[in-house]
């Protein structure tokens, strides 16, 4: 059953030339359909508008967001979950403005995701990354087709295939971030940041972000294929959903 979208669950603000979005469901800004296609209808209502320059994506002090909820994830909800993701992302990545993910906290999962999908990303010290997808026997469609290009092949690779969880530093070095700041020179990176990129040619950005985002190498929506037909309904991918509900260690198939 749907759940009822509470509106307060996705805030938005505009001031100084740019739009503020805050995920705000506590206490970890789970990500479900409901929260997805409001985060979708958010950012299309603001790029109607002409009173901004720059999207700035944030979450709650504990958490950007620790990603979709497990139980979504299951064979009757995954196609409709994941078409509420892409459309969210689809609305992000639409903009052609720049986008700047401020990222506190947990950042996991679809999560990290969106924040990968805008085009600046800061972080706090204390901030934790990881795609845990894979424990699950599922796979996070848009971190397949573009981490590669934004920290190469092998890093990517491994941070998929493991699940690991790495700490914001790492995540700068690799370069998945612009920058890892102590957490009181966050907003005065993103208020530097936000100036620098409102002081110039809005249709010069427009045209380089265009031109950027034809050139990125990865095909979401192909992956989103690859899993839904081949991974998603498989006796694997419902066992570790439901060893993670279940607080057990999943027994997998003895082969593909």
């Excluded at 990176?189 to 100036?195: D, F």
Aim: with cysteine; hydrophobic share 45%; proline share 7%.
């Amino acid at each position: 059953m749907t759940r009822p979208v509470d509106p307060s669950e996705i805030l938005q603000e505009v001031r100084d030339g740019a739009a503020y979005v805050t995920l705000n469901r506590p206490p970890l800004n789970i990500l479900d359909p409901p929260l997805l296609r409001l985060l979708a209808e958010t950012l299309q209502s603001l790029d109607a508008r002409d009173d901004w320059r720059v999207l700035v994506l944030r979450g709650l002090p504990k958490a950007f967001s620790a990603g979709v909820a497990v139980e979504d994830h299951m064979p009757e909800r995954i196609e409709s979950t994941l078409a509420a993701f892409r459309g969210a992302l689809e609305a992000l990545e639409g903009s052609d403005r720049p986008t700047v993910a401020v990222i506190r906290g947990h950042c996991l999962g679809g999560g990290m995701e969106f924040a990968m999908a805008c085009d600046f990303a800061v972080a706090a010290e204390g901030a934790m990354f990881g795609q845990p997808e894979i424990k699950l026997a599922a796979i996070p469609p848009f971190a397949v087709a573009r981490y590669a290009g934004l920290v190469g092949p092998r890093r990517a690779f491994a941070d998929l295939a493991t699940g690991r969880i790495f700490p914001a530093r790492e995540a700068a070095k690799a370069g998945y971030l612009n920058a890892c700041l102590p957490d009181a020179e966050l907003d005065p990176w993103v208020a530097h940041t936000v100036a620098e990129l409102a002081s110039l040619s809005r249709v010069a950005l427009a045209v380089l972000k265009r031109a950027f985002r034809e050139r990125r190498t990865g095909d979401t929506k192909s992956v989103e294929r690859d899993y839904l037909e081949r991974l998603a309904r498989t006796p694997d991918a419902v066992e570790g959903l439901r060893a993670f509900l279940e607080k057990r260690a999943p027994r997998w198939e003895a082969r593909p």
